[in-house]
Nanobody, 121 residues
Framework: VQLQASGGGLVQTGGSLRLSCAASGRTDRWYAMGWWRQTPGKQRELVAGATTSSTNYADFVKGRFTITRDNAKNTVDLQMNSLEPDDTAVYYC?????????????????WGQGTQVTVSS
């Protein structure tokens, strides 16, 4: 089971990007999926998360970013608008839930590979 992230890139201040993340493998259900980001020398921080019934956002992205989740496709996207240079970071998708194993189920938390977002001033 793995997460595959895509959609990062270089954009000017005020521009937009959309990140996508897809879970593949023998998944049973994901309880929470989300996006985190990290800059050099800093801890990874939550950007936005989505359970099956709710979403939450870090204060620094409220009103600019929107997280959407497709439970049928096991995907989670992050629409990022009004980007600022401080949004420059490596963005990681994350999911925790239950996967199918040979003997039943296993609860896991997994991370996708990071995708670089760079916002130029």
């Amino acid at each position: 089971v793995q997460l595959q992230a895509s959609g990062g890139g270089l954009v000017q201040t005020g521009g937009s990007l959309r990140l996508s993340c897809a879970a593949s493998g023998r998944t049973d259900r994901w309880y929470a999926m989300g996006w985190w980001r990290q800059t050099p020398g800093k801890q990874r921080e939550l950007v936005a998360g989505a359970t099956t019934s709710s979403t939450n956002y870090a204060d620094f992205v409220k009103g600019r970013f929107t997280i959407t989740r497709d439970n049928a496709k096991n995907t989670v996207d992050l629409q990022m608008n009004s980007l600022e240079p401080d949004d420059t970071a490596v963005y990681y998708c994350n999911a925790d839930g239950r996967i199918v194993t040979e003997t039943g189920y296993k609860y896991v938390e997994i991370w996708g590979q990071g995708t670089q977002v760079t916002v130029s001033s």
